[in-house]
């Protein structure tokens, strides 16, 4: 095979073959990459577009798009240029007043939130009040995801996105998590609530719709305790995988920075995700050894990473072959996807993309 998977059902098989030479690059945040392709609004387009760089489509649909922006609680943007930088201003409509937030994305960087929805507790009533709203619209949400589905047609894998009860579908920075919860502990316990029944809403309208994977994260562990990162992130992590089991769904867990934790308290052994990214060498993560590290995940749970985002971004060609080749040596002995650690950085060259890809084809 020398190219990369058409239909969800070859991706399925050789998840269950061993994913040797799956490719997922997360393209979705760059933002040059992405105005050379004609993507935006158009799931079609992207999984040609991820197809044209020889990675295997994924289709990531967040919070954001559960709704179309027509829809009374759908999300709208307004995008605008500043030199080098793309500012999106985002208006969220809810049924005690619209929420506000911002964007700014700037060449070589992910894009970093300059304006977060929620700042006030009644902020929070009115972020509790779109939860709601949400559960409401559900034949709505699914109407959309499936739309979505028939678009891309059974070319990619349709994963759907939902969020974690401490990080509130990122309407507010990781750093203002913790001051909030402390800070509000009534409130912010009433939204965490309604984020996960939401979240398990979203699982079955996903499933309805015809996706084939969720995805849910882990805020930075460097900013919580351990009592927290399980009460708030593992339980409720291990929830929604056994509700993705009981649907036939993959479950993708991400986790940025220190991931080191994860495996000392032994979590992974009660989580069981299918696909689990990943582990991060210092100064972005404080994995050791990601090798090792690899060796200690349970042997069912696909690893996904193994690329340096800054690689990606700053190298060549040839220094990018020669990393998919070290990543092979080091985790192909494990259910090993070859991705970069998180979303690729503005600005990544093309051709870093189909080197990777194309050298990875050489595993299959």
Known sequence: MNRPSK????????????????VMLDIRDDVDFLAQTPTHGDPRAWVDAC???????????????????????????????DGEKTIVDI????????????????????????????ESPPDYDAFIALMAAWRDSRREITANLARVRRTIGPDGVLAVFIAQPMEMYYFILQYDMVMHYLDWPETYGRAMVE???????????????????????????EIFNPEMIER?????????????????????????????????????????????????????GDIASPTTAVK????????????????????????????????????GDHRFILAGTCAILTG?????????TRTAMEYQ
Not at 8 to 15: M, P, S, T, W
Not at 53 to 75: K, M, S
Not at 202 to 209: E, P, Q
Request: glycine share 8%; net charge neutral.
């Open 7 to 22: 239909t969800r059902d070859e991706i399925r098989q050789r998840l269950a073959e061993g994913g040797r030479g799956l």
């Open 51 to 81: 197809h044209a760089v020889g990675t295997d489509a994924v289709i990531l649909i967040g919070e954001a798009d559960y709704l179309p922006a027509d829809h009374p609680w759908g999300r709208k943007r307004r995008t605008r240029r």
């Open 91 to 118: 208006t969220q409509p809810t049924p005690l007043g619209p929420l506000h937030g911002q964007e700014v994305t700037t060449p070589g960087q992910k894009p970093a939130r300059t304006k977060m929805f929620m």
């Open 195 to 221: 984020v996960e029944e939401t979240a398990h809403c979203v699982i079955d309208c996903a499933d309805d719709a015809g996706a084939d994977m969720i995805m849910f994260g882990g805020a930075g562990t």
């Open 232 to 284: 708030h992130i593992i339980d409720p992590s291990r929830r929604y995988v056994e509700h993705c089991r009981r649907r036939d769904l993959f479950s993708l867990m991400h986790c940025c920075g220190r991931t080191q934790i994860l495996l000392d308290k032994g979590w992974f052994e009660s989580l069981r995700p299918t696909i689990f990214e990943s582990f991060t060498e210092s100064p972005l």
């Open 296 to 331: 200690q995940l349970p042997a069912d749970i696909f690893f996904k990473g193994g690329l340096s985002l800054d690689l990606l971004h700053r190298g060549s060609p040839r220094d990018v072959e020669q990393a998919v080749r070290r990543a092979y040596a080091e985790f």
């Open 348 to 356: 990544t060259p093309k051709e870093n993309l189909l080197a990777a």
